[in-house]
């Protein structure tokens, strides 16, 4: 396999792991993932609760806001990561949301809440996407002519 098939398959397999969890975390919000017997949250309320205990002194509009930008946030670079669009630019964004995340999770919660549900990882994955993305083609690109 030559280095850029590699990179391309690293590129790809990041990109879709981290579509995934933002996708199944949106899913859980919206109760999806209780008819399977899954999910941490199943509704919106007791996310916006959540949010709540990142974010203890945001309330009333301000932490409604948070709790649906975050949300929008996470669906949007879910579908951008799903079908490649600009991975600089998509990837950064996805490890500066995943670190503002897990800086929220760390202090409200002690820094072993990001730690185990590895959301600097998350955060590193993305940066890496970001880094390949600079120079893997583009599944819209043509052929030849790298992605920047």
Not at 36 to 60: C, I
Request: charged share 10%.
């Amino acid at each position: 396999m030559e280095k850029l098939d590699r990179a391309r398959f690293i590129e790809i397999a990041l990109r879709v792991s981290l579509a995934t969890a933002f996708l199944s975390a949106v899913a859980d919000r919206f109760g999806w993932w209780k008819p399977f017997g899954q999910g941490a949250w199943g509704n919106m309320a007791s996310f916006t609760d959540y949010v709540h205990q990142l974010v203890p002194f945001a309330s009333g509009w301000l932490l409604t806001v948070l709790a649906w930008s975050s949300t929008a946030a996470e669906v949007i670079l879910g579908v951008l990561l799903l079908i490649g669009w600009r991975p600089r630019y998509v990837g950064a964004a996805s490890c500066l949301l995943l670190i503002t995340f897990g800086s929220a999770m760390a202090i409200s919660l002690g820094l072993e809440a990001p730690l185990s549900y590895s959301v600097f990882t998350a955060a590193s994955a993305a940066a890496a996407y970001a880094i390949l993305g600079e120079t893997s083609p583009s599944p819209t690109a043509p052929q030849g002519r790298p992605c920047r």
